[in-house]
């Protein structure tokens, strides 16, 4: 159910994004969503992109430390409060977020959020549950 | 097991035996010295010191040592003790600490130099049927050099490959199926990283051992060398000064040393007052030529602090042993007033589970001392939660505090990305401008 996320460790240099971008953009790789984590050394850089196995061979290729990690990816409503009601479930279930970012649909009046949680299965059965409609792999590769 | 030597007799010889051996050399090498060095000679005179006041190893202590300073004011001919018609090669030292160092050699200097690195290829299990790789860089450092002659000595295939271009190292160590592997104990590290990305496994190569030198490493470093490689890791000692590589090698027993002490004898001193030290006791390394002809130097301070120890040992050899450098006090950094050796930080890496690939950079800001020490993270270790990597850091940098006594900045790196100088390892950036 889980869908997959690219990490990608980068020195905070200048120019360290955009080669990375640019690495996977000359590979036909298509970025869905992205989130830099950053501190004053290094930076952690998040993707989920439609071809995970072709941006890891590209970059593994090119030296970068690389790490595929299973994600949630929820599906809400574009309105005033979905998010929270979406967490709450997960706090309800006792369930700690260690990061999240979020992306709009391109046509529907949505958003998806991924989320990074410690036990993926009890984050999405508590989610479903609730109502909410996870994203798979498949879902991601029709964006 | 069968103990092999490459030259039994002076390998075996009686310690009584040998120290009249010593002795001998020792009286002859003095007047050549004297006769020969007009540098020395001042030195000699000085002290009120003649030849005919040395008639055994007994009197050593009564020379004047030599220093790198004045291996720097003697620069190029000044030590020189034999014609420059009678000289063959030259080799030189990095000049990374300094002046650099330029030693002479007749043919015979080259012969006997030779004979000492193949005692150290023997004592590691080579023989003939041997294909030995020499990945130590060719040329001016005595490193490629010195273990290429040993090869030809023993008799193996030798591979002159010298640094670098570790692809092609490793197809000619494939292809040519090479057993013993001579190289800077950081390049043999990284050659077996590369092995391992490559998916290759210790028992797809037929490297059975390694001679490995030139460089301070620690055990744990050796521990990793062996189980990536599937060999036994043998240590090798020397210095540009005294010949180069082959002044000292380990044999099977891999606990110290064995000194040529034929060609070399030693002594443990006191740094601080040049008093000589009773056997066992911890002090700087002083060696004293006793066959060189064009570069002879007498009581030559190594500036290596080491352990020497006359315990019989397993492998028949009577040669003294002497303790894996604690440091040379070249590579001794003081920051914020404490004694730093870059083999301290290799320890904790390697206790932590960490390859040794680090770099320290010291600078100076608002007149305190910065220490910063760059630590390359494995593809294993990398998680995806900055949080994660933080305590990582964090925890590296307590346990180098325990080990240190001070705290130093830790910032893991992407793998490769320190530059590693396929010879040796760039570990200390000091920035400090002292004036």
């Given at each position: 159910?889980?869908?997959?996320?690219?990490?990608?460790?980068?020195?905070?240099?200048?120019?360290t994004?955009?080669?990375?971008?640019?690495?996977?953009?000359?590979?036909?790789?298509n970025?869905?969503?992205?989130?830099i984590?950053?501190?004053?050394?290094?930076?952690?850089?998040?993707?989920?992109?439609?071809?995970?196995?072709?941006?890891?061979?590209?970059?593994?290729?090119?030296?970068?430390?690389?790490?595929?990690?299973d994600?949630?990816?929820?599906?809400?409503?574009?309105?005033?409060?979905?998010?929270?009601?979406?967490?709450?479930?997960?706090?309800?279930?006792?369930?700690?977020?260690?990061?999240?970012?979020?992306?709009?649909?391109?046509?529907?009046?949505?958003?998806?959020?991924?989320?990074?949680?410690?036990?993926?299965?009890?984050?999405?059965?508590?989610?479903?549950?609730?109502?909410?409609?996870?994203?798979?792999?498949?879902?991601?590769?029709?964006? | 097991?069968?103990?092999?030597?490459?030259?039994?007799?002076?390998?075996?010889?009686?310690?009584?035996?040998?120290?009249?051996?010593?002795?001998?050399?020792?009286?002859?090498?003095?007047?050549?010295v004297?006769?020969?060095?007009?540098?020395?000679?001042?030195?000699?005179?000085?002290?009120?010191?003649?030849?005919?006041?040395?008639?055994?190893?007994?009197?050593?202590?009564?020379?004047?040592?030599?220093?790198?300073?004045?291996?720097?004011?003697?620069?190029?001919?000044?030590?020189l003790?034999?014609?420059?018609?009678?000289?063959?090669?030259?080799?030189?030292?990095?000049?990374?600490?300094?002046r650099?160092?330029?030693?002479f050699?007749?043919?015979?200097?080259?012969?006997?130099?030779?004979?000492?690195?193949?005692?150290?290829?023997?004592?590691?299990?080579?023989?003939?049927?041997?294909?030995?790789?020499?990945?130590?860089?060719?040329?001016?450092?005595?490193?490629?050099?010195?273990?290429?002659?040993?090869?030809h000595?023993?008799?193996?295939?030798?591979l002159?490959?010298?640094?670098?271009?570790?692809?092609?190292?490793?197809?000619?160590?494939?292809?040519?199926?090479?057993?013993?592997?001579?190289?800077?104990?950081?390049?043999?590290?990284?050659?077996?990283?590369?092995?391992?990305?490559?998916?290759?496994?210790?028992?797809?190569?037929?490297?059975?051992?390694?001679?490995?030198?030139?460089?301070?490493?620690?055990?744990?470093?050796?521990?990793?060398?062996?189980?990536?490689?599937?060999?036994?890791?043998?240590?090798i000692?020397?210095?540009?000064?005294?010949?180069?590589?082959?002044?000292?090698?380990?044999?099977?027993?891999?606990t110290?040393?064995?000194?040529?002490?034929?060609?070399?004898?030693?002594?443990?001193?006191?740094?601080?007052?040049?008093?000589?030290?009773?056997?066992?006791?911890?002090?700087?390394?002083?060696?004293?030529?006793?066959?060189?002809?064009?570069?002879?130097?007498?009581?030559?301070?190594?500036?290596?602090?080491?352990?020497?120890?006359?315990?019989?040992?397993?492998?028949?050899?009577?040669?003294?042993?002497?303790?894996?450098?604690?440091?040379?006090?070249?590579?001794?950094?003081i920051?914020?007033?404490?004694?730093?050796?870059?083999?301290?930080?290799?320890?904790?890496?390697?206790?932590?589970?960490?390859?040794?690939?680090?770099?320290?950079?010291?600078?100076?800001?608002?007149?305190?001392?910065?220490?910063?020490?760059?630590?390359?993270?494995?593809?294993?270790?990398?998680?995806?939660?900055?949080?994660?990597?933080?305590?990582?850091?964090k925890?590296?940098?307590?346990?180098?505090?325990?080990?240190?006594?001070?705290?130093?900045?830790?910032?893991?790196?992407?793998?490769?990305?320190?530059?590693?100088?396929?010879?040796?390892?760039?570990?200390?950036?000091d920035?400090?401008?002292?004036?």
């Amino acid at each position: 159910m889980a869908i997959q996320q690219l990490t990608v460790f980068v020195q905070n240099k200048k120019g360290t994004v955009v080669s990375v971008t640019d690495m996977l953009a000359k590979n036909n790789v298509n970025i869905r969503a992205l989130s830099i984590a950053e501190t004053e050394d290094f930076g952690i850089l998040r993707l989920i992109v439609n071809d995970e196995k072709a941006a890891e061979k590209v970059l593994t290729a090119q030296g970068y430390l690389i790490k595929t990690v299973d994600v949630v990816g929820v599906k809400i409503g574009d309105e005033p409060g979905k998010l929270t009601s979406a967490l709450d479930v997960l706090d309800k279930a006792d369930i700690n977020v260690e990061y999240l970012y979020a992306f709009m649909a391109r046509t529907e009046r949505h958003a998806y959020v991924v989320l990074r949680v410690e036990e993926n299965a009890a984050a999405e059965a508590a989610l479903e549950a609730a109502g909410f409609h996870l994203i798979t792999e498949a879902d991601i590769n029709k964006l | 097991m069968e103990q092999r030597y490459f030259q039994k007799e002076i390998e075996t010889m009686p310690v009584e035996e040998l120290q009249k051996l010593q002795s001998e050399k020792l009286v002859k090498q003095v007047r050549h010295v004297y006769e020969n060095v007009p540098y020395y000679k001042a030195l000699m005179d000085e002290k009120g010191i003649t030849p005919d006041d040395v008639r055994g190893i007994a009197d050593l202590h009564k020379l004047p040592f030599l220093t790198k300073a004045d291996l720097r004011d003697a620069y190029p001919y000044g030590l020189l003790a034999k014609p420059l018609a009678d000289c063959v090669r030259i080799q030189s030292t990095s000049g990374t600490t300094g002046r650099r160092v330029v030693a002479f050699y007749t043919q015979k200097d080259v012969d006997l130099w030779e004979d000492c690195c193949a005692r150290a290829i023997v004592a590691a299990g080579g023989t003939k049927e041997d294909v030995c790789q020499v990945a130590y860089g060719y040329g001016l450092f005595t490193g490629g050099p010195g273990l290429n002659g040993g090869s030809h000595k023993v008799g193996c295939l030798t591979l002159p490959m010298s640094s670098g271009n570790t692809e092609r190292q490793i197809q000619f160590m494939q292809d040519l199926k090479a057993t013993i592997l001579c190289c800077t104990p950081s390049y043999a590290a990284y050659i077996g990283e590369t092995l391992k990305e490559q998916g290759c496994k210790p028992e797809d190569i037929p490297l059975k051992a390694g001679i490995f030198g030139a460089e301070p490493w620690t055990e744990e470093m050796r521990r990793g060398i062996e189980e990536t490689l599937g060999i036994r890791a043998y240590d090798i000692y020397g210095l540009t000064e005294t010949s180069g590589p082959g002044v000292a090698f380990e044999c099977c027993e891999q606990t110290g040393m064995h000194i040529n002490e034929d060609h070399f004898l030693a002594e443990i001193i006191d740094p601080e007052t040049g008093e000589v030290l009773p056997e066992g006791e911890k002090g700087e390394l002083v060696f004293t030529s006793l066959d060189k002809e064009a570069f002879p130097l007498l009581r030559y301070r190594t500036r290596d602090i080491c352990v020497l120890s006359r315990k019989k040992c397993s492998c028949g050899r009577t040669l003294i042993k002497m303790a894996k450098p604690m440091g040379r006090t070249d590579d001794m950094l003081i920051i914020r007033g404490v004694n730093v050796f870059p083999s301290q930080i290799e320890t904790v890496l390697l206790n932590e589970g960490y390859q040794p690939n680090y770099q320290i950079i010291v600078d100076r800001a608002k007149n305190t001392d910065t220490f910063d020490v760059n630590v390359e993270m494995s593809p294993e270790q990398f998680t995806d939660k900055v949080s994660d990597v933080l305590k990582m850091e964090k925890s590296l940098a307590n346990a180098m505090k325990t080990m240190l006594g001070i705290n130093p900045a830790v910032h893991l790196v992407a793998p490769k990305s320190i530059v590693r100088s396929e010879g040796k390892a760039v570990r200390v950036i000091d920035k400090r401008k002292l004036v």
